[in-house]
């Protein structure tokens, strides 16, 4: 069983000087629940090598059993610092895709036509596609077979415009996920802020927040019949 994982490479956050990236916790725990699972674990990025970690999700209030085994993980350190980059991989041989989020992928993934194709054709291959948090970003340009939006008629969630309020970004993103997954014609919900909550919907998984990781990565696997 193989899942691909991929990460931004986007470090900028918006015009505030202030660097982003990645979230620590929702690379950590999905990695971790895929790893224990007996998963070989692929990652990429768009630019290759290692992705930008915000900084923010280093601060001790963030900080998982999860996060603390990353760090003293040498060999998950090591692939972190040499994904491959994302225009050299395909969805041939993988089993599924996953998206961790963090403001990064607002930037790069939601834009990005390779992201964009794989998710296509992972979905056309009937294969789970997971993101969590700010992720599901990356689905805002992802079409169906028909042509419409991949989300449209679909049960989706995804970091709420609430949460996104209380982290004081709403004026800096390019755009709110809450808000693009509803005009692509997803059926959104959302649990109160920070509490766990996943939609799933056939192959497609997401994930509300970074509490929602780990249960967002088990639906991956439970689709895997793992």
């Not at 290759?48 to 059993?65: H, I, L, N, R, W």
């Amino acid at each position: 069983m193989k899942v691909l994982m991929i990460l931004t490479s986007h470090d900028q956050l918006g015009n505030t000087g202030h660097k982003t990236g990645f979230w620590l916790e929702e690379f950590a725990a999905p990695y971790y629940a895929f790893l224990d699972a007996g998963v070989e674990i692929t990652l990429a990025t768009p630019k290759g090598g290692k992705p930008p970690v915000d900084p923010k999700s280093f601060e001790a209030d963030f900080q998982t059993d999860s996060t603390r085994r990353l760090d003293a993980d040498a060999s998950a350190q090591e692939a972190l610092a040499n994904t491959k980059k994302l225009s050299s991989v395909t969805a041939d041989g993988f089993d599924a895709v996953f998206y961790p989020g963090g403001h990064g992928p607002l930037w790069d993934l939601a834009e990005d036509k390779h992201s964009i194709s794989l998710i296509e054709h992972f979905y056309t291959l009937n294969k789970p596609v997971g993101a969590v948090c700010h992720a599901p970003a990356v689905l805002r340009h992802v079409k169906n077979k028909n042509g419409e939006s991949l989300v449209k008629g679909k049960k989706v969630t995804g970091f709420s415009n609430s949460e996104e309020d209380a982290v004081q970004l709403t004026n800096v993103v390019p755009f709110l996920v809450e808000d693009m997954l509803k005009t692509n014609g997803g059926n959104y919900s959302k649990v109160d802020d920070w509490q766990i909550h996943v939609a799933v919907d056939g192959m497609l998984v997401t994930g509300q927040n970074p509490a929602s990781s780990e249960a967002t990565a088990e639906a991956v696997l439970k689709l895997l019949g793992k």
